[in-house]
């Protein structure tokens, strides 16, 4: 059963910068967790949860309109970790901030994610 920890959110200054992470355990080996669709969601207060970046097993990546240029999803493989890089932070991007993965591969704004953390604070002012 693969269980998902996000860290680092952070209440930060609009321009500001984050890193978040997303520890996965449960997974096999490191091969199998570089196999795996993996993706980032946010939810704000009052809005829809939104998928706003995905790394496929093949490295593909996608993200949101509000994502792009500003946001990076990577795998450091030898920790079994996804991260979210983001910088030029404004207050729109204020939301808790969640990992997903699956076993299949990735369906942009449409893939079926089985595992989904709990989720990390970011706040922008």
């Known amino acids: 059963h693969v269980q998902l920890v996000e860290s680092g959110g952070d209440s930060v200054e609009a321009g500001g910068s984050l890193r978040l992470s997303c520890d996965a355990s449960?997974?096999?080996?490191?091969?199998?967790?570089?196999?795996?669709?993996m993706g980032w969601f946010r939810q704000a207060p009052g809005k829809e949860l939104e998928e706003i970046a995905s790394?496929?097993?093949?490295?593909?990546?996608n993200y949101a309109d509000p994502a792009k240029g500003r946001f990076t999803i990577s795998h450091d493989d030898d920790a079994n970790r996804l991260d979210l890089r983001m910088r030029s932070l404004t207050p729109e991007d204020t939301a808790m901030y969640y990992c997903?993965?699956?076993?299949?591969?990735?369906?942009?704004?449409?893939?079926?994610?089985?595992?989904r953390g709990q989720g990390t604070q970011v706040t922008v002012s």
């Open positions: 997903a993965a699956t076993g299949g591969p990735c369906s942009w704004l449409g893939t079926d994610y089985a595992f």
């Open positions: 449960g997974v096999a080996s490191a091969r199998d967790f570089r196999e795996n669709c």
């Open positions: 790394i496929g097993g093949d490295g593909v990546t």
